[in-house]
């Protein structure tokens, strides 16, 4: 079970940063990965962390964002900078249980359980 806080509201170019915490399973045995689904738009996918650590970035907010895990806590952040209002959004984590080592999908289909979402509002 995963779940997903640390949204809310913020001014153009300020910073949040949104926790998945996990329940009931190991979080480094699987690939975890955020997406987000802004009103009226498909889900998408933003960045994801394999089970090894290595990282992947959507090129909409590549070097505004990093994805990261702690083990101890169970729980992978996303730490989002520079926000802007095109990423207004509610933004979800997954699991996918299938996913080998060193790589993680961008692909939506590819996960297999995911957290209820947390709503980010960019705005002035």
């Known amino acids: 079970q995963l779940q997903a806080s640390g949204g809310g509201l913020v001014e153009p170019g300020g910073s949040l940063r949104l926790s998945c915490a996990a329940s009931g399973f190991t979080l480094n045995r699987y690939a975890i990965g955020w997406f987000r689904q802004a009103p009226e738009k498909e889900r998408e996918w933003v960045s994801c962390i394999a089970r090894n650590g290595n990282t992947r970035y959507a090129d909409t907010m590549k070097g505004r964002i990093t994805i990261s895990r702690d083990n101890p806590k169970k729980t992978v952040y996303l730490q989002m900078n520079s926000l802007k209002p095109e990423d207004t959004a509610v933004y979800y984590c997954?699991?996918?249980?299938?996913?080998?080592?060193?790589?993680?999908?961008?692909?939506?289909?590819?996960?297999?359980?995911w957290g209820q979402g947390t709503e980010v509002t960019v705005s002035s």
């Open positions: 997954a699991v996918d249980r299938d996913a080998i080592l060193i790589w993680c999908s961008e692909a939506t289909g590819g996960y297999d359980d």
